[in-house]
Structure formats: structure tokens, C-alpha cells
């Protein structure tokens, strides 16, 4: 069997989006294996529950780790590094999830006029909790 | 053996909206649901409305919701159900126009929409358009498909929004695209990339559990999702 191709269709809106969220899926689960295995590697070795897990995994940032016991805290994680790692962690989780919104309510209203109204909201909402998240990483 | 059939029933000239209306009737484990259908028209009620044609499962005129279930009538036995009452249902997603019978005017348009039929403008061979055995198995399953709506009207993504072209549309493109004779798949991969075509789907599978052909649909779908993303339609 020949190897059959046809030109590519041009990028629709829809399919960026819908490539996007299987990146962003795939690099939250990466990023938050590496912030979990270095919280580890870094010494954290007690209050193992849930909740502290997740902060570990999704929010590295000494102001989620400090009652983990790491030894030196605010050295291990108060660094450019994890600053930039948990810029990163935030913009693709609030864009795969609002994303996710999105795909819900397109679903419904399809391209009514509500459609660029409630994408704008949505966009808008992205917006402020991107600045809010990037102002809390660097400001604490 | 004695069956309770129970017929989501609306007649436009009467009824505000649709009931329930139970009849019983006199059954073989081995009956089709279409039997059952029939003896009621046929003996007890002959104002019962619903599509059948050739009663075999290939023409694709009565699929309806059975038990909850979208089915072919014609191929769901008695003996197949859960005891007690059959329930019958026209299909989700389409309006009704009379008891069992929906508008499938929607879905052929967007059956319409995907241009499901070979277009090749090369000048045709003396004989005909050879097509090696592998290159016929790569759409064969694709090829199944009778338009009954089963896989459309078992879909959420259709039911809350019919501009999606949905599953059924989607896989008579797949017969195409991956025709090895045919030369408009890009055409088809752009109608299908737009805001109501692939990326409608979530993956729900409720349309491969629906249909009554066994044919793969999600995994039809997610092919042609490929197919959009790299160009390539092996």
C-alpha cells in the first residue's frame, strides 16, 4: 500500500485548541511528576497526605511547602527555577481547564450570538487569574 | 408467552405532548421487536406510526430506542430483553413528527454535508480503477454503514447541539477519505476540522455501542482526527 497524504487543512481555532489540550494534559502530568520526585530529592519526608501531595505536585512554591519540613525551604524552592516551573504548572492548568469550559459551552450554544460574548468572558477570566498566579509565584 | 409493549406515543394532530400507551401482545421468545410492532398495528391499534422497509437490518428504517437502547427493531428479539416490558422510544435528537417516527431531514443534511461519494477527476482507466486488497480493508469497516442514525441520535454532543455534523456523517467521510481511489479527502478533512465537525466529539462511544453494524465509530473518528493533525491517510 502507497503512503497516501493529502495537504494538511488550514489550522482551525478548534484544532489548535484540541492539540493543545492533549499537550497541556501531557506536560501537567510531566511537570507535576518532576515538582512530586524533587520535592522528594529535596527531603521531604513527612505529612504525606493529599493535600500536601498536590501542593508539592502542582503549586511548588515555598509558600505551599513551608509546613512540609523540608530542610531549608525557602532554599530549595525560592528560586528562579521554580518560579519559572510553577509559571508554567499555571498557565497550562487555567488554560486546559478553562479551555475545557469552553468546549463544554460551545457544545451547547454552538456559534449563537452568546458564542463570542461567553468566549470573550472566558478569555477574561483566563486573563486575571494568569496575572493573579504570575504575581503570586513572583511575589512570594 | 404474553409481553407488555409500551410506546412513547404522539399523534401532532391531538396530543400536546407525548405518552405512554401500553398494549399486550401475544409473543415468541424469538420474535423481533418489529413482530411485536407489527401484530399491534396490524390487530390492535393500526393509528401506530413507525418506519420500516426491508425488516432485516440493511435498509436502516427503524431504528428507534428500545429499552433505552437505540436498536434496529427488526433485529432485537424478545428473548434479547430483560423480562416484563419492552419499552419503545422514537430516537433521541430529532424532532417527532408522529409516534415512533422523527424528522431525518437534519441528518442527511449533514450526511449531505461531508460529500460522501467518490470524486476523482482523473480520466478513468480502460477497465476500471484497480484497488489492491489492503487498500480495500483500510475504509472496509467504514463501508458497513446503513444510515439508520443509530450513532447520531445515541450521541450527547449531537442531542445538545444538532449543527454537530455527527458520528454517522463522520463515518460515511471515513469511507471516502480513506478510498484509495478517491482525491477530495482534504476537501473533506476541512469540512470536517470546522467548529461542528471532529472536534464535537468527546470520545463518549455511546454511537459504537449504538450501532447495529459493529462498526468502530469512535475509532473511525479518531482516524480521521489524525489524519487532520499529520496528512497522511494510512
Keep these: 500500500m502507497r503512503n497516501r497524504t493529502v495537504p494538511q487543512p488550514a489550522m482551525s481555532f478548534e484544532y489548535i485548541m484540541w492539540m493543545f489540550t492533549r499537550i497541556s494534559g501531557l506536560a501537567l502530568l510531566f511537570l507535576g511528576a518532576v515538582s512530586l520526585v524533587m520535592a522528594f530529592v529535596m527531603g521531604a519526608r513527612e505529612l504525606l497526605d493529599m493535600p500536601t501531595l498536590a501542593r508539592w505536585t502542582f503549586f511548588p512554591n515555598p509558600n505551599h511547602v513551608v509546613n512540609s519540613k523540608i530542610p531549608d525551604v525557602t532554599q530549595g524552592w525560592a528560586n528562579a527555577y521554580w518560579q519559572i516551573m510553577q509559571i508554567v504548572i499555571a498557565f497550562f492548568g487555567i488554560s486546559h481547564g478553562l479551555n475545557g469550559l469552553r468546549v463544554i459551552i460551545e457544545d451547547y450554544i454552538g456559534n449563537t450570538i452568546w458564542q463570542p460574548m461567553l468566549r470573550g468572558l472566558i478569555f477574561l477570566v483566563w486573563l486575571f487569574f494568569t496575572i493573579m498566579a504570575v504575581f503570586v509565584i513572583l511575589a512570594s | ?234
Design chain 2, 1 to 234: 408467552m404474553e409481553i407488555k409493549v409500551k410506546i412513547l406515543r404522539f399523534n401532532p394532530e391531538t396530543d400536546k405532548r407525548p405518552h405512554y400507551q401500553t398494549f399486550r401482545v401475544e409473543a415468541e421468545p424469538t420474535d423481533r421487536v418489529l413482530d411485536l410492532l407489527e401484530k399491534i398495528k396490524g390487530y390492535q391499534d393500526g393509528s401506530l406510526a413507525f418506519r420500516r422497509s426491508c425488516a432485516h437490518g440493511i435498509c436502516g428504517s427503524d431504528a428507534m430506542r428500545i429499552n433505552g437502547m437505540n436498536r434496529l427493531a427488526c433485529k432485537t428479539l424478545v428473548k434479547d430483553l430483560s423480562k416484563g416490558t419492552i419499552t419503545v422510544e422514537p430516537l433521541l435528537g430529532l424532532s417527532l413528527i408522529k409516534d415512533l417516527i422523527v424528522d431525518m431531514d437534519p441528518f442527511f443534511e449533514h450526511y449531505e454535508s461531508v460529500m460522501p461519494y467518490l470524486v476523482n477527476d482523473e480520466p478513468p482507466p480502460l477497465k476500471e480503477r484497480l484497488q489492491s486488497p489492503e487498500e480495500r480493508e483500510r475504509f472496509d469497516d467504514t463501508t458497513k454503514c446503513i444510515l439508520c442514525a443509530a450513532c447520531t441520535t445515541s450521541c450527547p454532543s449531537f442531542w445538545s447541539n444538532g449543527r454537530y455534523v455527527g458520528p454517522a456523517a463522520i463515518v460515511n467521510a471515513h469511507r471516502f477519505i480513506f478510498d484509495s481511489r478517491d482525491r477530495a479527502g482534504a476537501e473533506r478533512l476541512r469540512i470536517l476540522s470546522d467548529q461542528f465537525g471532529v472536534y464535537r466529539c468527546h470520545t463518549i462511544f455511546n454511537c459504537t455501542l449504538a450501532c447495529p453494524r459493529e462498526i468502530q465509530i469512535t475509532k473511525a473518528i479518531g482516524e480521521i482526527k489524525r489524519a487532520i493533525a499529520t496528512g497522511s491517510l494510512d
